[in-house]
């Protein structure tokens, strides 16, 4: 059974950057597809970004295109979400969560294994 563990949210000024990481365990995720989402207070959990696990394919939420990056290190089973020129509607519990099959998708149903969330609050 694999574990996802997020780290790396706080609290940060409209502008400002935050890099978060997600740690697995109990298994290897390096085939693994890997996603980020974010659920905001009142709001349905949403894609961010995805990484698959070949070739390093990324996808991209129009609304953090540009802004965001996902990158994975497989040697150390950790998937990263450096975020950088914050806005306040970024505000948000973010997850993240691994695919076994492989490809990247923004359907969270296709996502086996989620980890517990981590709080990123942006000032304005």
């Known amino acids: 059974q694999v574990q996802l563990v997020e780290s790396g949210g706080g609290l940060v000024q409209a502008g400002g950057s935050l890099r978060l990481s997600c740690a697995a365990s109990?298994?290897?995720?390096?085939?693994?597809?890997m996603g980020w989402f974010r659920q905001a207070p009142g709001k349905e959990r949403e894609f961010v970004a995805a990484?698959?696990?070949?070739?390093?394919?990324?996808d991209y939420a129009d609304s953090v295109k540009g802004r965001f990056t996902i990158s994975r290190d497989n040697a150390k089973n950790t998937v990263y979400l450096q975020m950088n020129s914050l806005k306040p509607e970024d505000t948000a519990v973010y997850y993240c969560?691994?695919?076994?099959?492989?490809?990247?998708?923004?359907?969270?149903?296709?996502?086996?294994?989620w980890g517990q969330g981590t709080q990123v609050t942006v000032s304005s």
């Open positions: 969560a691994a695919d076994r099959w492989g490809a990247t998708t923004r359907e969270a149903i296709e996502y086996d294994y």
């Open positions: 109990g298994g290897t995720v390096s085939r693994y597809a």
């Open positions: 990484i698959s696990w070949r070739v390093g394919t990324t």
